[in-house]
């Protein structure tokens, strides 16, 4: 089957390869290691594969690889810079988010997307759970996530990074 | 892998259209929430594909000096919705299309991918249909401008040729201009589902009288529909209960609504009559608030 060359940035390192135009960003990704990128569903309804391109949360598995040329990809396995988690991540720890975890690190990526288009801006508990509701979570009810986004969002505004 | 057997990547849109004529048994790619799905499940129909993803020159989002609104087929659900002229002027598409799947799907989701599926549950038709948009098609041939209204044939289908590609949405200041226009889902969720039933209005009026109503739903036959039986009925009536009371009456017979396993006719039905008021009404609302 037909190959294309893509050039692309996955968490800030660039990437140059020949992809067959079957595969989806999903596989993609888990080929090369980025394996926080979880197939769920594989017909986009629990966001377990979110990612984002260009800073767009999408669903790797209804995204095919060759759309990804040019782009800027990133998975969870980037947000934790020098050691350090990002203050979404540390909100889901403190508040006790992450059960099982399959479905985390594609919250974490809906998470980071959703409060970097809304920074300092007060957000409703209805926001939240409509920004969110592309992800499934069959452990936690959702209540500690919520509040895990919430957490998230008063750091961001007290400490001004992302 | 998804399984395709042919795969052609568009450089423009004569490139596409070309693609299609060459390749009888070609379907478009857009936003890929539909057909991917459907190459995933092994449907043999899409195997072979025109993608046209990259086509930047479908994703126009403007209004001309005459106020006509140009909404490219390829843009995607979210950038109509927060864009400023739709925000402005277009509020209904913006609400329709925010009850689509969740913010993923919205991201990639495109309002012409939405509309040349045929489905007969799109949520952006009712909107589509009430505001009486016009579409501009491109064939090998050239194109041409067709009313939203007999897009569907049925379900699953309309009349776009298989070497014919939607290149935009056109709204003209007529039709939005001095409205208020509303758009109701009725789903068992309030993300991730296809409408049981979906009601859109949009209404003029003078003081409390109906000037004119358009009514619209999907799922309550084999296509999107427009109620004309109804809209006759409201014009010229005052918008009070005793009206509304009336045109869920005559509703019923501008829709078929069937039994699946979704919902049964009657409780469709219900959903139907119930809209015509509820949605009415907030179009009334509506046209308060601009």
């Given at each position: 089957m037909q190959q294309l060359p893509i050039t692309l940035r996955i968490n800030g390192r660039a990437y140059s390869m020949d992809v067959?135009?079957?595969?989806?960003l999903l596989e993609l990704l888990r080929g090369l290691?980025?394996?926080?990128v979880k197939e769920g569903?594989?017909?986009?309804?629990?966001?377990?594969c979110t990612v984002l391109v260009d800073g767009v949360a999408v669903d790797s598995c209804l995204?095919?690889?060759?759309?990804?040329?040019k782009r800027a990809i990133r998975t969870v396995?980037?947000?934790?810079?020098d050691g350090r988690l990002s203050p979404v991540q540390e909100a889901y720890i403190e508040e006790g988010?992450?059960?099982?975890?399959?479905?985390t690190p594609g919250l974490v990526m809906t998470t980071t997307s959703f409060l970097e288009q809304r920074e300092n801006t007060p957000l409703t508990r209805e926001e939240i759970a409509r920004g969110h509701a592309g992800n499934l979570c069959r452990?936690?009810?959702y209540q500690t996530i919520i509040r895990a986004v919430q957490r998230a969002a008063d750091k961001q505004r007290r400490s001004g990074r992302r | 892998m998804f399984a395709m057997e042919n795969y052609h990547r568009a450089t423009d849109l004569n490139d596409a259209v070309r693609a299609l004529a060459a390749h009888p048994e070609a379907r478009v790619l857009a936003g890929g929430t539909d057909v991917l799905i459907r190459l995933r499940e092994?449907?043999?129909?899409?195997?072979?594909l025109v993608d046209i993803?990259?086509?930047?020159?479908?994703?126009q989002i403007d209004m001309d000096t005459s106020g006509t609104i140009r909404i490219g087929a390829l843009a995607t659900c979210t950038r109509i919705i927060e864009h400023e002229i739709i925000r402005s002027h277009l509020p209904v598409i913006a609400a329709s299309l925010a009850t689509i799947g969740g913010p993923q799907i919205r991201n990639i989701a495109t309002m012409g991918g939405n509309i040349c599926n045929g489905?007969?549950?799109?949520?952006s038709a009712c909107a589509l249909l009430i505001l009486d948009t016009e579409l501009v098609i491109q064939g090998p041939a050239g194109e041409r401008t067709v009313p939203?209204?007999?897009?569907?044939?049925?379900p699953g289908r309309?009349?776009?040729?298989?070497?014919e590609i939607l290149k935009y949405f056109l709204f003209r200041p007529g039709q939005y201009r001095g409205i208020g226009a509303a758009y109701c889902k009725y789903a068992?969720?309030?993300?991730m589902d296809i409408a049981t039933i979906g009601c859109g209005a949009a209404l003029r009026m003078e003081g409390d009288i109906i000037t004119s109503l358009k009514l619209a739903f999907t799922v309550a036959a084999p296509t999107p529909v427009r109620c004309p039986r109804t809209e006759e009925a409201a014009?010229?009536?005052?918008?009070d209960e005793e009206t509304l009371a009336l045109l869920a009456g005559i509703v019923e017979d501008d829709v078929q609504p069937r039994t699946s396993w979704r919902a049964e006719r009657d409780f469709r039905m219900h959903i139907i009559r119930t809209l015509v008021q509820r949605v009415t009404r907030e179009a009334a609302n509506q046209q308060g608030g601009n």
């Open positions: 067959d135009v079957r595969t989806s290691g980025f394996t926080s569903c594989g017909v986009g309804e629990c966001g377990a995204y095919l690889a060759v759309w990804a040329d396995e980037g947000e934790c810079a988010a992450v059960q099982c975890g399959f479905c452990c936690t009810g | 092994g449907d043999g129909a899409f195997a072979h993803n990259g086509l930047d020159e479908l994703r489905a007969v549950s799109a949520d939203i209204l007999g897009f569907h044939t049925g309309t009349i776009l040729r298989r070497d068992m969720r309030s993300a014009a010229g009536r005052r918008l």
